[in-house]
């Protein structure tokens, strides 16, 4: 069983920085793919940022340069780093991690079989 625990959610205005912290335990390597997603009020939950094995990482087109997902293998901890934060980033923020597959990352959110419960970013104008 996998157990996901984000954390590090909060108010910023515009321009302003936060980090995202998922803890991460049970049975999940570092050749699983874990992600972050995200999901705002009355829109589908997107894919934000994505890492596999020794750093391969993918992004959407709207936090390219400003996000960064890292991940300390040995604390077993996802990380996203936001910078230049944005109205339209606001969100629930989730933590996901896939263990169907290894060396990989699934493109559809429904391939991620382990959730956290979410941690809520406000970014004010």
């Known amino acids: 069983q996998v157990h996901l625990v984000e954390s590090g959610g909060g108010s910023v205005q515009a321009g302003g920085a936060l980090r995202l912290s998922c803890a991460a335990s049970?049975?999940?390597?570092?050749?699983?793919?874990m992600a972050w997603f995200r999901q705002a009020p009355e829109k589908e939950r997107e894919g934000v940022a994505k890492?596999?094995?020794?750093?391969?990482?993918t992004y959407a087109d709207s936090v390219k340069g400003r996000f960064t997902i890292s991940r300390d293998n040995a604390e077993n901890t996802l990380y996203l780093e936001m910078n230049s934060l944005r109205p339209e980033d606001t969100a629930t923020y989730y933590c996901?991690?896939?263990?169907?597959?290894?060396?990989?990352?699934?493109?559809?959110?429904?391939?991620?079989?382990?959730w956290g419960q979410g941690t809520q970013v406000t970014v004010s104008s």
């Open positions: 890492l596999v094995g020794n750093g391969v990482t």
């Open positions: 049970g049975d999940v390597s570092r050749n699983n793919c």
């Open positions: 996901a991690a896939s263990t169907y597959i290894q060396f990989g990352c699934p493109t559809e959110a429904a391939r991620f079989n382990h």
